[in-house]
């Protein structure tokens, strides 16, 4: 007697009993619901957060940094971003600690999280100060002692709203 499903292919036929393909072809409810949610509140779903692993460093010190997003929904987002950097770092508004202009792609690239995922990076800045002088000479600069804000964010549209976050640090 044959029941009401239709039955497997047992070569692995891609197709699922109730002809959804298993190769991800054909979107799942969740990856509908994903794409239903505008990047305006994708972005107000992930929270940032950056933290260093003392407050008060030494001038030339090496500095660990460690950025933290998090998806707060229990569904799947995904942040645009303008090009195929995801994320990023500054020291007093400087990217990467580096007044030189970096490069990424040019291509559109999305951030994406799973529900309630928490993505967790980190990074060393080596306590100085990158600059590019007349005719493209660079120099290594140790800061003055201080306070600097470390700042991390999603790399999203800069006209928008990011998820991002700061901290201060003491150089002495």
Do not use: C
């Amino acid at each position: 007697m044959r029941g009401s499903r239709p039955e497997r292919n047992a070569e692995g036929d891609s197709n699922d009993e109730f002809g959804a393909d298993s190769d991800g072809s054909r979107p799942s409810v969740v990856s509908l619901f994903t794409a239903l949610i505008p990047p305006a509140v994708a972005r107000r779903t992930i929270a940032a957060s950056v933290t260093t692993d003392r407050g008060v460093y030494e001038r030339d010190e090496p500095v660990e940094i460690t950025v933290a997003f998090k998806n707060r929904l229990p569904i799947p987002v995904e942040l645009p971003t303008p090009r195929q950097r995801r994320w990023g770092w500054t020291i007093d508004g400087h990217l990467e600690a580096s007044n030189e202009r970096l490069y990424t792609r040019e291509q559109p690239a999305t951030f994406d999280f799973r529900g309630g995922e928490r993505k967790r990076l980190s990074v060393t800045w080596n306590g100085r100060l990158e600059r590019v002088r007349n005719q493209g000479r660079r120099e290594s600069v140790v800061p003055e002692p201080g306070e600097y804000e470390i700042r991390a964010f999603v790399a999203t549209d800069e006209t928008a709203s990011r998820p991002s976050d700061s901290t201060t640090i003491r150089l002495e």
